[in-house]
């Protein structure tokens, strides 16, 4: 990971924990990015009785992505490491898979649970760093991550029921 700040950045956290949690939110905005992009490639794509609900429910959960991986980058670039910002980057770092063709309307959900999950769990297992660190801010911005995450993804699994 590399730092590219060219003064000294003293503001309680070690280097090399600042680094680890810079690690840790680049997986977190990979994640981020990789759900962005299959939640807008499904709002585009998703056809059938529930196409207005979902195109309208995954126009609004792909803005509110947009405007997480902006806050998730400022993060890392407050600790002094460069945001990774390519689709390479965000491939090698992601745990979130892509979508293969078109999937139907309930996968489509299906997979946007999982995703969501997905980013709840990346963003939960940095938090042992960040709690060591006594980064309150990171903190503060994982908690508010895992708290939108959590709840699209109950809202998501609530259309699957029967």
């Known amino acids: 990971m590399k730092t590219v700040t060219a003064t000294q950045i003293d503001i309680g956290i070690t280097p090399e924990d600042r680094k680890a949690i810079a690690e840790g939110l680049s997986r977190v905005l990979a994640d981020t990015y990789t759900l962005y992009l299959k939640t807008h490639n499904f709002h585009w794509n998703v056809t059938g009785p529930m196409f207005n609900t979902l195109h309208l429910m995954f126009e609004q959960q792909y803005n509110e992505l947009a405007l997480a991986v902006d806050l998730v980058a400022e993060r890392i670039r ?11 980057a965000y491939a090698r770092l992601s745990s979130i898979e892509e979508a293969e063709g078109v999937p139907s309307a309930e996968e489509m959900v299906a ?17 042992p760093v960040v ?12 908690t508010q991550r895992m708290q939108v ?13 029967k």
Request: proline share 4%; net charge positive; hydrophobic share 45%.
């Open 78 to 88: 407050a600790l002094g490491f460069a945001a990774p910002g390519t689709y390479k």
């Open 111 to 127: 997979q946007l649970v999982k995703g969501q999950e997905a980013v709840a769990r990346t963003a939960r297992s940095i938090f």
């Open 131 to 142: 709690e060591r660190a006594n980064d309150q801010p990171t903190a503060d911005l994982l």
């Open 149 to 161: 995450h959590e709840k699209t993804a109950w809202m998501l699994r609530s259309l699957l029921e």
